[in-house]
């Protein structure tokens, strides 16, 4: 059972470029997690999505960022105009969610976004 | 969901002994979890208890859980130099988002 993989594991932009982030989760799993950990910080929380639902976006910056987990195809992190404070690690993890109060994520490698 | 005090910050051993880390929290959980992420790299689910247990055990790896103090211990015995790494600690009550605090940085010397 592969676990979760993300793509690019490297991704380097310029300034005002579009970064598209992709996540196929773990078999079975059809809960999706963002998180970006900044350098030199601790992971944050972006956003948790289920198949073609976004749950909740709490931790989404407003504006230039989006993400979607279609029922066919890989979760997608988006980011638009990219700025150099964009630089950092994204994760995502997954999970089955059969459990509300036990449930376990899963990371992939994340993607390391380079800004120039 | 609220977010894990881990403690220390930072710990320094010899290969062969044992690391302990503690963790804090502030309100109710239905089970607490403990990550590992070695140097920039993905998490490593290691263990999760649940709040009717007490302790848990894992290999290497024993977790405790007081719930009427709001704490959880790590313990790993014989360290190893592969032990090198960042470990969170992750309360967890519902809704899907875990939160990460700073975490204790390990390290272990050969």
């Known amino acids: 059972n592969a676990g979760v993989m993300q793509n690019p594991r490297h991704l380097v932009r310029r300034r005002g470029q579009e970064a598209r982030l992709r996540c196929s989760p773990m078999?079975?799993?059809?809960?999706v997690y963002w998180y970006r950990q900044l350098p030199e910080e601790g992971l944050k929380f972006m956003v948790y999505?289920?198949?073609?639902?976004?749950?909740?976006e709490s931790g989404m910056p407003k504006e230039r960022f989006s993400a979607e987990f279609p029922k066919e195809g890989p979760s997608i992190l988006r980011i638009q105009q990219v700025v150099r404070g964009d630089s950092a690690a994204y994760f995502c993890?997954?999970?089955?969610?059969?459990?509300?109060?036990?449930?376990?994520?899963?990371f992939g490698p994340g993607t390391r976004l380079t800004v120039l | 969901s609220q977010q894990g005090e881990e403690d220390p910050q930072a710990l320094s051993i010899q290969e062969g002994e044992n690391a302990t880390m503690n963790c804090s929290y502030k309100?109710?959980?239905?089970?607490l979890q403990w990550y590992r992420q070695n140097s920039g790299r993905g998490l490593v689910h290691l263990i999760l208890?649940?709040?009717?247990?007490r302790e848990k055990h894992s290999g290497r790896l024993r977790v405790t859980l007081d719930t009427s103090k709001k704490s959880s211990s790590l313990l790993i015995t014989a360290s190893r130099a592969a032990d090198t790494a960042s470990y969170f600690c992750?309360?967890?009550?519902?809704?899907?988002?875990?939160?990460f605090g700073q975490g204790t940085e390990l390290s272990v010397k050969p």
């Open positions: 993890a997954s999970s089955r969610r059969d459990s509300v109060i036990s449930d376990t994520q899963y």
């Open positions: 078999k079975g799993h059809s809960h």
């Open positions: 999505l289920q198949k073609e639902n976004i749950i909740d």
């Open positions: 309100t109710s959980i239905n089970n």
């Open positions: 208890i649940r709040s009717n247990e």
């Open positions: 992750v309360p967890y009550n519902q809704g899907g988002k875990l939160i």
